[in-house]
C-alpha cells in the first residue's frame, strides 16, 4: 500500500516536473534543435525565397568546392580562429596575474578593464573604424607622422589582407575580460601556502608561476581555450560589423544566403560544413588536451 | 640600497604595465566620447579634448530643439511662392524640418527597448519554471535536460539563422510587419533561454528545500512555493538574468538584420545605427554620439548587477 502511494506520488513529481519544464524544452527543440535538422535537409535543395524548393542532391556541396572564395574564407578563419584564441588567452592570462596583486585603485581598474566585453559590438565598432580611419585616425597619426613606421597613411581596416590583423586585435580586445576574469578566479583560489612554502626554499618568481600556478590553472586555461575556440570560430558580428572586408566562414555564410543573388542551400551547406569542421576539432581536443 | 632600487624598479614597471592594460581597454571609448562631442574641423586634431565643444549631434540624435532647424535658402523661394496653399507649405517645412526621418535614433532605441524588455520578460518566466523542474523535482532525464540545454552552447547563430529564415518564409511570418516582429522575439527570448535556466538552476539549488517544505505544510502547492517562496528569495538572480537576457537582445544584430530588413520601422538600433552610419564617413560626431547612446544604457545595467553576473560569469562562463 505504501510503496504503491510512493508509486502514485513519484509519478505526480515526475508529471509535474515535465509540466514546467514543457514549455522551455518544446521552444529551444522547436527553433534551436529542429532548424539543426531541417539545415542539413536544405543544404541538399535548391532553396527558394518564393514557391517550392527542388532536391538537387549534393550540387550545392559541388558549387561550394570548386568556389575558391570558400576556400579562402577556410584560410582566413583558421588564421582569425588560432590568433584570436591564442591572444584572448595570453593577455587574459597576464592581465589576471597583473590584478591578482595588491595596488591602489585595483577595485576601479577592475572595473574599467570590463567594459569592452559590456559594450555592445554596434557600439564600439565605429570607433574602431574611427582610430584607423586614414585621414582623421589616430592610429595613423602616430605610425606615420610620430614614430614614421609607415611613408605613407592608408586604410588599414579598408583591404582584406591587412584588415584581418584589425579584426584579431578587436576581438582580443573585446575578449580579453571574459580570459582574465576566469583566471582570476581560479588564481584567488590558490591556496597561499604554497606560495610561502617556495619563498622558503628561495624559489624565483618565474619557477613559482611554472611549479605552482601553471599546473593549478592548466584545466581552466584549456576549457577558455576550448570555449573560445568555438565561440571566435562561430563569430559573425565582431567581424563583419567592424569591416566586411573580412570572409570568415559565416561572413561568406551571410553573404551567400542573404545578399546579392540569394544562394539559401549553398548557405546552408557551408554553415553544415563549418559545424562539421568544429565538432570534429572539439573531439579531437577533449581527448587530445583535456584527456577525458 | 641595491634591494631598494630594483624594488621601486619593479613597482614602476608594474605601475606602467596596469596603465598600458587600462588605456587599451579604455582608449575606444574616450576616442568615441570625444568625437562625438568635436566639430569636424578637429577631428584630425589628434588631441582628445575638442577645441570647441560640438553638442549638436546629441541633439540631433535625440531631437532636442530641432523644431527651429534652418530651411535652405532654395526651399524658402520656394516658400515664398504664392501659388501654394498654406497646406503645402506647411507640408514642406515639415519635410525639411523634421529630422525624425534623417536619424530615427529615437524610434530604433524604442524599438530595440521593446524588443529587449519583452523577450528578457518571457525568457525570464519560462527559465524560472524550467530551472525550478531540473534542480528541484525528481523524475527521470532531468538531469540529461541539464546537460542538453548546455550542448547549445556549440551552436553559433549563423548555423540557424538560413532554416529559421525559411521557416519563418514558407509560414508566412516573414511576410508581414507583426509576424516579423513576433518571430524575432521568440528568437530573442529562445537564444537566452538555454543559459538563464543554467543560471537559475544553479541558484535555486542554494535555497534549503526545508523552506519550501514549511510553505507545503502549511498548505501551499507547488506552484504557490514557486511564487511564493522561490522567486522573492531569488529576487537578486532573477534580475541578474534578466539583465543578461536584456543584453543579449539589446546587442543582437544578425537575426534582426534577417529578418526585419523589410521594416524600417522596426528596425533595432544595432540594424539602424549600420544602416544608418555603415557606408557614410562624414558625419563621424553624430556616428559616435550614437554609438555613445546605445552604450550607456548597457554598462548602467552591467554596474548594478556587475558582483552578480561576474560571478555568473566566471561560475558557468556566459555563452556569448
Sequence with gaps: MVAARGHTLAAEEARFGWKLILPAVSIIGLLILYPIFYNIALSFFDVKLVGANTFIGLNNYREIIRDSTFWRAVLTTFIYVLATTVGTTLVGLGVALLMNQKFPLRGLVRGLILLPYVAPVIAVVFSWQFIFDPVNGPFMHLTHEVLHIFKQRFNLIGSPQNAVYVAITFNIWKNFPFTYLMILSKLQAINASYYEAADIDGATAWQKFHYITLPEIYFIMGAIVILRFIWNFNKFEEVY???????????????????GAIEQGQGAAIALVQFVILIGFILYYVKRVLKW | MVVRRKSILKSTGFALLVLLIVFFAVFPFVEMLSISLKHPFDWGNPSLIPRLLNLEAYKELLAIGQTEREVPESIKNLLDNPDLTSQQRKAILKK????????????????????????????????????????????????????????????????????????????????????????????????????????????????PFSIEEAAMIDGCGRFATILRIIVPLSLPALITVFIYAFMIAWNEYLFASVFLKAFKNLYTLPLGLKELFGSKHLIWDRIMAGSMLTAVPVVIMFMLVQKNLTGGLTAGGVKE
Excluded at chain 2, 161 to 172: C, E, F, N, R, T
Aim: hydrophobic share 55%.
Design chain 1, 241 to 259: 560589423l567592424l569591416t566586411e572586408n573580412v570572409k570568415v566562414l559565416s561572413v561568406y555564410t551571410y553573404f551567400k544566403a542573404f545578399t
Design chain 2, 96 to 207: 525639411f524640418q523634421d529630422t525624425g526621418d534623417v536619424f530615427p535614433f529615437l524610434r530604433y532605441f524604442g524599438n530595440s527597448f521593446l524588443l529587449s524588455f519583452s523577450a528578457a520578460l518571457l525568457s525570464l518566466i519560462l527559465a524560472t519554471l524550467g530551472a525550478y523542474s531540473f534542480s528541484r523535482v525528481r523524475y527521470r532525464g532531468r538531469s540529461a535536460i541539464q546537460r542538453g540545454v548546455l550542448f547549445v552552447y556549440m551552436f553559433g547563430g549563423i548555423l540557424i539563422v538560413i532554416p529559421l529564415y525559411q521557416m519563418a518564409v514558407k509560414s508566412g511570418l516573414a511576410a508581414t510587419a507583426l509576424g516579423a516582429f513576433l518571430s524575432i522575439l521568440i528568437i530573442y527570448m529562445v537564444l537566452t533561454l538555454p543559459v538563464s535556466m543554467y543560471m537559475l538552476g544553479n541558484y535555486f539549488r542554494t535555497i
